[in-house]
């Protein structure tokens, strides 16, 4: 019974995920593929306007700030987009949960992996690539499937905490969108950490989003003995935060009904 529970469970996040990709690039030319397209548009902007300044950080090479850029906004891009679709799932299904006896989670769980879905056939592959060509170290290459599923557990927890809160405070989006910002500019995604003033860069250590992009760099830029402490730091972070939010939503769902 438990595993057919399970596999049900499991059925329902893989269905839910597949409509919700054909409802959101229905009637698109580039359909999934703009999961690629919006980081490789944003890394050609950044690049035109601070790749020549930043480059000597990056020993002196354009093509090293490039990749660096892609591989911060690849996180950036499957994080806020993971939670802030996995925020109103809960909500925007409160007919359907008000009908059928659906786990509730099935819903943030579904966002989080119809993400995983289309940066799985776009932007993920290309890391792989670029791990291969830029480290020519196997080690490198096979640890970017461990650190991208700590990306994903990290978004997985902000996205049930996130989905939970919703349903109670509606100006949650609003919020969001303020502090997904506030995560995108003080991680150093397009520009060097050393440039940063002295009082931001402790923030650099707590900050999430910033731990995931340096532990994704380490393996798919770095040279050397692999750092094993940015692919620390991020996996404590991520089970932190989905240990929080899968509490949290265990703890607040219990009154959903009543207000969806």
Do not use: C
Not at 16 to 31: C, D, F, H, N
Not at 76 to 93: K, P
Not at 127 to 142: P, Y
Not at 154 to 164: C, D, E, K, Q
């Amino acid at each position: 019974p438990r595993r057919m529970e399970l596999r049900r469970i499991t059925d329902l996040i893989r269905m839910t995920a597949l409509r919700s990709l054909k409802v959101r690039y229905r009637g698109t030319l580039l359909g999934v593929l703009w999961s690629f397209a919006n980081p490789v548009m944003m890394t050609a902007v950044y690049t035109a306007i601070f790749g020549a300044a930043y480059s000597k950080y990056y020993d002196g090479s354009i093509v090293r700030y490039v990749l660096s850029a892609f591989v911060g906004l690849v996180v950036v891009s499957f994080f806020l987009g993971a939670t802030t679709e996995a925020m109103g799932s809960v909500v925007g299904n409160g007919t359907l949960l008000n009908k059928i006896a659906v786990p509730p989670a099935i819903f943030p769980l579904s966002a989080v992996a119809a993400n995983v879905f289309q940066h799985a056939i776009t932007t993920f592959p290309i890391l792989l690539i670029v791990s291969a060509v830029e480290t020519h170290d196997a080690l490198r290459v096979v640890l970017i499937p461990l650190v991208l599923a700590v990306l994903v557990l990290l978004s997985t927890g902000f996205g049930l905490a996130l989905a939970a809160l919703f349903v109670f405070f509606r100006d949650l989006p609003h919020l969001w969108a303020i502090g997904g910002f506030i995560l995108w500019i003080t991680s150093p995604l397009f520009y060097p950490a050393e440039i940063a003033p002295r009082v931001v860069r402790p923030w650099f250590a707590i900050n999430p989003v910033a731990n995931e992009i340096s532990a994704l760099r380490e393996v798919a830029l770095g040279s050397g003995p692999v750092h094993v402490a940015p692919i620390a730091g991020a996996l404590v972070a991520s089970l932190l935060s989905l240990a929080i939010g899968a509490a949290l939503f265990r703890a607040l769902r219990r009154d959903f009904m009543d207000l969806l």
